[in-house]
């Protein structure tokens, strides 16, 4: 599903030059639940964003669901992002004016979908998170473990294949935490997508099914997760 | 304790772009309030100035102004021997009886305008003592000859001093340059009343007639006397009262513009307001520590005022100088704006922003940084230290 | 389309800050119709002059100098002249402490009617005016300052004339602003039971056949009498009345200079507002962009908020001023004398929408900026910063 070839990104945050991936090749396979984990300023994130299309690598290659990424404009990265990827981001991630239904349709409207079949899908995928209720809510009126369920709502409402998630559970508590990792979790098994986080949070360990190590823009150590190792706990 | 000004200037400087554009536009609703404001100051002005203390003016009763009225011969003859009335060294009365007459005059850029022409006799310069010929010499009666205002000599075609100047279908010799001190005689031709007259086709050789008051009479008196005379319907007028009556129109303008300044300096006010609430904003993390370490409410308040209201005089500061500029620009490139006078003349007005110009603009600036900033200012001295620092 | 609401949702994140922006935005337009709107009085006159085969002739020194009666005759013997007559100032007053408060005048009874055909009266009150030697047809302005009827006897004193005249009042002139005319006749009657000779005139009003005779018609009159005492001027109406406002054209001027300052501000308070509140939102921006949204899409719909914000406020603004318009005109027309017909503060609907649109124009280009930059913000770059 995902290859990365030899990408290596350096980028300049005033006079200095941060070498933030060293020639990383990764490969992921469909329908796998991977974290990438690390330090700050380990370069996870920079991966992250080369293999949702998000950032161009200064070299190497990536190609993700069979699309060569550096091939392309930025206009048809942005037309890859709309159908093949779906985010969740740790800030941010929620229109505050929108409600949550109506940020769940926000990717819809990069389709040719009727407002009446948007407004459907986009409550189908809430109830997928559990937050039918919810769904004329504004953000400020849901707790940051609700406001992380809208946005995973969000990111499956197009039919992604893939789903990025970076630093998901970043600023919630440990039954939060769970939840989403739990749901992460799901939209692997019940809905067989391929989902890549970014995490901080060694509870993530035990939910997913490959732990990719890096450091210094380094990819350090690959070795299997929770979930492959069909460990006990992840019952939801 | 009170923060010091300097944390509010330094504040106003951090937001750079964002004070900039609220300055220019308090700045720009300065300098629109202050050039109309300053026109009908200088139009003001130009009239105020025009008239002597000691003088009468002698009109027909009735008449607004001296070009709407007209004068037996027999009634400058009598009266002009009435007691309280200057004499000349020779013990002639002091008397200036004029015709006035508004040809058609054509501007050095081809605009048709009427120009006062007054006809004059001997006593005029004596009686209009602030009238002065600055260059070249006074007209000979039965000359053709013509002396101008300043404002005239720069305005129209063929006055300059020697020309031969164009009017009433006449040609008249250009020999002097009249001086009166800024005031409307500088909008005037003078030339030999009789002369006038006669080129006019008028049967009454004056329309009206200027009385210098002996220093010792009394004037009030004196103007009873002449406007009680059952044998010609005259009124006399202290001439100070006769051109502040003139310029009191003006004072409608001033209502008009009053009026468009309030619009203008509400939406300042709001545009400052929404500056202010996005400092505000900005800084509630600020604000928060600055209560915790003891700044009171009234600190805060005040701070956040004086932002706005250094904002507001800057802005004054910059719109005034910019005015003032503009003012001498358009004055150079225009010459004196035209205005249109009651005796259906021009009455050229040089725009220029005297101090007493500012003093609204002033008051609507401080009116503007004051309201601009109370209500911001209030809602940051509302914030609880805590949610202050917990917005962080 | 369908990221319309999304924009409007944008404009109520800070409501505060919309409704203060759009206040300040809709004052400037207000005062920048206000402003337009006096010009605009000033055209309306010189438009209303359209009739273009009405000219006027004068004597070349002024219209205080007097041509005499006999001119009249030899003009209407021109050849395109349909009809002359002839205009003397009464300078009547009703209250002679007063003064004159409108203008009057002795005109020719004979050709009235065909030389000011345009002036919206019945022929049957020209029938009266003829009829009745000391008939009057007063203009609208000046009949309804006054709540005069037909049928109506005023008395004027003039300040020209040693006479004082009674007239019936027989009509009302509906296009005219505020003059009031009567017959020559009565007025020569008077002066010479008074004894005063009355031979001359002030102006001549002549109504050529056809638009395009009218400049060798004008030619030929002053042609005639060039080498008399009175030389003559001949002009258009609409030249006349443009010549007689001529002084007016600088304080035009200033006003254009004092309404496109006035515009400049406007084009700060978008702009601050846009620059600040896109400022705010550079994270959303670019999650937005990391959805899939191009950034030509942002950029449009950044600046249709802009954009929206400012005709929202365009036309607040511009209902605004007709109302203050509408209240100006109650109050303030014809003060200030100095200004004459720029203060009719008359109420032009293409002002009005020409101001919505500029407003609305003015809010897209204050936005450009900050939604350009904004757009093209890379989303790595930003993702980093941000977090």
Known sequence: MIDLVNVSRLYHRGADEIHALERVSLHVDRGRFVALMGPSGSGKSTLLNALAGLDRPNSGEVTVAGKRLNEMSEDELAAFRAHTVGFVFQFFNLIPVLSAVENVELPLLLTNLSKAERRQRAETALRVVGLSDRADHRPRELSGGEQQRVAIARSIVTDAELIVADEPTGDLDAKNAEEILSLLQTLRRDFGKTVVIVTHDPRAEKWVDEVIHLDKGILLEKRPGGAARGAAGATG | MALPLSYSWRSLLARGSRTAFTVAVIALVVIATTLFWSLIGSLKRTLVSSGSPHNLVVMRKGATNDGSSQLSLEAYQTIRFFEGIAKDAAGNPLVSPELVVQPFFHTTGGTRENVLVRGVEAPALLVHDEVKISEGRMIQPSSGEAVVGRIVAKRYRGATLGSMLRFGNADWKVVGIMDAGGSSFESEVWVDARELANNAKRPLPYSGFRVRVAADADMDALARRIGDDQRWALEATREIDYYKHLSSTANTLYIIVAFLAVLAGIGAIFGATNNMYAAVQARTSEIGTLRALGFSRGAILGAFLAESVMMAGFAFAIGAAVSWLLAIGISTAMGGIGFASQTFTTNVVVLRVAPQDLLMPLALSVLIGVFGGLAPAAAAARLRPVDALRKA | ?387
């Open chain 3, 1 to 387: 389309m369908k990221y319309l609401p999304l924009v409007w949702r944008n404009l109520g994140r800070n409501p505060l800050r919309s409704f203060l922006t759009a206040a300040a935005i809709a004052l400037a337009i207000a005062l920048v119709c206000i402003l337009r709107t006096m010009p605009a009085g000033l055209d309306a006159v010189l438009a209303s002059a359209a009739a273009n085969t009405r000219i006027s002739t004068h004597n070349e020194a002024g219209i205080v100098y007097s041509m005499p009666y006999a001119y009249l005759a030899k003009v209407r013997s021109v050849p395109g002249v349909v009809a002359a007559i002839s205009w003397n100032w009464f300078g009547g007053a009703i209250d002679i402490s007063k003064g004159v408060e409108f203008p009057n005048f002795a005109v020719d009874a004979d050709g009235l009617a065909e030389v000011y055909a345009d002036w919206g009266v019945d022929p049957k009150v020209f029938e009266d005016f003829r009829k009745y030697r000391d008939a009057a047809l007063v203009g609208r302005a000046t009949f309804e300052k006054h709540g005069w009827k037909v049928g109506d006897v005023i008395t004027l004193q003039s300040t020209v004339f040693p006479v004082t005249l009674s007239f019936r009042i027989v009509g009302e002139v509906p296009t005219n602003g505020g003059s009031l005319y009567f017959q020559r006749e009565y007025l020569a009657q008077a002066l010479a039971a008074a004894g005063v000779q009355f031979d001359t005139l002030g102006m001549i009003w002549s109504r050529v056949d056809d638009p395009d005779r009218v400049g060798p018609v004008m030619r030929q009159i002053d042609e005639m009498f060039h080498n008399s005492e009175a030389i003559t001027s001949t002009e258009t109406e609409k030249s006349f009345i443009g010549n007689f406002f001529s002084g007016l054209k600088q304080l035009v001027t200033i006003i254009q200079i004092v309404a496109a300052l006035v515009t400049l501000c406007i084009v700060f308070i978008a702009a601050n507002t846009a620059s600040m509140s896109i400022r705010e939102r550079v994270g959303e921006i670019a999650i937005l962009k990391a959805i899939g949204f191009r950034k030509q899409t942002i950029f449009t719909t950044l600046l249709a908020e802009a954009g929206l914000l400012a005709l929202v406020a365009g036309i607040a603004g511009a209902a605004t001023a007709w109302a203050m318009l509408k209240g100006l005109q109650m109050y303030a027309t014809g003060a200030g004398p100095q200004l004459g017909p720029l203060t009719a503060f008359i109420v032009s609907r293409v002002i009005l929408v020409q101001a919505v649109f500029i407003a609305f124009f003015i809010g897209i280009l204050a936005g450009w900026v900050p939604a350009f930059g904004a757009s093209r913000r890379s989303v790595a770059q930003t993702l980093r910063e941000v977090f």
